[in-house]
């Protein structure tokens, strides 16, 4: 029975297989037959869409299209309306050129006329002139160049009156407002930088315990004296002063060393040579440190600050510089307070103006042993060392060497001639006050006209008798101002110097 189903089994496979193939056919093509309509709905579909999105899109083209076209025929329009208002304007302009040329034509014909009238007139004017010539020399009895060099005169003698006259008038005229400007910046700076009078220094006088340490001093054949002024580079004066010894020298900076080199000496006792050059190097090196404090200070009392330290070092020396009796560290940081004052008022650079200042005299700290003013010396050292081109000019310039470049070097010049002159500040010696004097009555004599000169009140004043013949009222201010100026070119003074001429014109008659 099993062997039965079995067989059975093996004859319905077949059947069962083909069946199922059969079966997996049919399906299969219904798939495949379902995904071809699928794909042609799809594709339909996107066609569809295709077609709806430039159906859209055509639209959007020809709306924009309508823009632009309605937006070119605005323009035209607009252009078109630009372009005949133009057209007017040309006309319009046209028209105006061509009624000005007309006048310009009219007013040329009638400027011809008038031309052919003046040149006719000239032409009869010129002959009158002539005839009237001829006639003033038959009764002048003059030629025409004679007449001329007369006429010449007289205008001349009337121009000179009237150029002293303006003259006259215009210095007033800026004195006073001059005066009155510079008296308040001047007063104002004075005032903000008053310091103490100061004494001369020319020579270092060391006090000795007694006379006996002059024996000490001088030594054995005078051994000692001789060591100490070759090793100092000095003079010393021994002489019937009781208790004291000079030092002299023209280097101050050696001068102050040698000084603080014998007072040690004289405190120590031991006076010989090998002693002399061991105090005399110690001292040295003491007074190059105060030396370089003084530069220091004297910066940091002006306010100037960023100096070389080699600029510093040669300021410091004028702390032993005096002139006219004015320490001339002390004029250098006073000049520097009275220019930035002064510039500050003005509205000018007032550093340049304090550095150009406490500079303008730093030559003299080395015009012993460099040729040259100390203007031309200080510029050139300090343009060594890169400062600013304006403060050079300043110190070459502060005594009119070379040209004044900026207005801080006429600050400096002002306020050097300020710290110079004020009261107490210098003084001469009767030797430079007698030249000085000379020297103005000389300039004075040697103009024409003049009869005597005197200078009174120690210079600062001459006063000068002309003859009224030879000299009038308005020539004796222009005589003043003459000498004035012949003054300021040749001399040098402190301060200013003023300058009188004095006419007198008496009339004598007798009564008979």
């Not at 054949?221 to 100092?232: K, S, V």
Request: glycine letters at 4%; aromatic letters at 2%.
């Amino acid at each position: 029975m099993e062997g039965l189903n079995i067989w059975v089994l093996l004859l319905l496979l077949p059947i069962f297989t083909g069946l199922g193939i059969a079966l997996g056919y049919y399906l299969k093509t219904r798939q495949v037959e379902k995904a071809r309509r699928d794909a042609r709905d799809e594709a339909e579909r996107i066609l569809e869409e295709a077609r709806e999105h430039a159906r859209e899109l055509e639209i959007q083209a020809r709306d924009k299209a309508l823009e632009i076209h309605q937006k070119a025929e605005a323009e035209l329009v607009r252009r078109r309306n630009e372009l005949s208002r133009e057209e007017d304007r040309l006309q319009k302009r046209r028209d105006e050129l061509d009624n000005r040329i007309e006048r310009l034509e009219k007013r040329e014909q009638m400027l011809n006329k008038r031309q052919s009238m003046i040149d006719k007139r000239a032409n009869e004017i010129e002959k009158l002139h002539q005839q009237e010539m001829e006639e003033l020399q038959r009764i002048s009895s003059m030629t025409k160049d004679e007449a001329r060099l007369i006429l010449l005169a007289e205008v001349e003698k009337e121009a000179r009156t009237d150029m002293a006259r303006i003259i006259r008038q215009v210095e007033m005229e800026a004195r006073e407002e001059g005066e009155a400007r510079a008296r308040k910046i001047i007063a104002a700076a004075i005032q903000r930088v008053a310091s103490e009078h100061v004494a001369e220094v020319t020579t270092s006088v060391v006090p000795l315990p007694s006379d006996e340490m002059k024996g000490r001093i001088i030594g054995r054949n005078g051994r000692n004296i001789h060591a100490f002024e070759q090793a100092a580079g000095v003079d010393v004066i021994v002489d019937d002063t009781p208790e004291a010894v000079t030092i002299s020298c023209f280097d101050s900076v050696r001068r102050e060393v040698a000084r603080r080199a014998l007072n040690k000496l004289i405190l120590d006792g031991r006076i010989h040579p090998a002693h002399i050059e061991k105090v005399l190097k110690n001292e040295q090196k003491e007074v190059d440190r105060d030396i370089i404090e003084a530069g220091e200070e004297a910066a940091y009392d002006a306010g100037v600050s960023g100096l070389h330290p080699e600029i510093t070092k040669v300021l410091g020396r004028l702390k032993y510089r005096t002139s006219y009796g004015q320490n001339q560290l002390a004029h250098a940081v006073e000049t520097a307070k009275l220019a930035a004052v002064i510039a500050a008022e003005l509205g000018a650079d007032v550093e340049i103006a304090k550095a150009a200042a406490l500079l303008h005299d730093i030559g003299k700290a080395l015009d012993h042993n460099v040729e040259g003013t100390h203007a031309q010396i200080g510029a050139e050292l300090v343009k060594r060392y890169g400062v600013h081109p304006k403060i050079v000019n300043a110190i070459a310039s502060h005594h009119h060497e070379v040209e004044q470049e900026s207005v801080e070097a006429a600050i400096v010049e002002a306020a050097d001639a300020i710290s110079g002159a004020r009261p107490g500040a210098r003084r001469e010696s009767l030797e430079q006050y007698i030249k000085r004097v000379r020297a103005l009555e000389e300039i004075a004599n040697a103009h024409k006209g003049v009869t005597q000169s005197y200078a009174l009140q120690a210079g600062r004043e001459v006063r000068i008798f002309v003859r009224p013949e030879d000299i009038d009222d308005l020539e004796s201010i222009r005589l003043a101002r003459d000498i004035a100026k012949k003054i300021e070119e040749t001399m040098q003074y402190p301060g200013q110097i003023k300058v009188t001429v004095i006419r007198e014109t008496r009339a004598v008659d007798y009564a008979k």
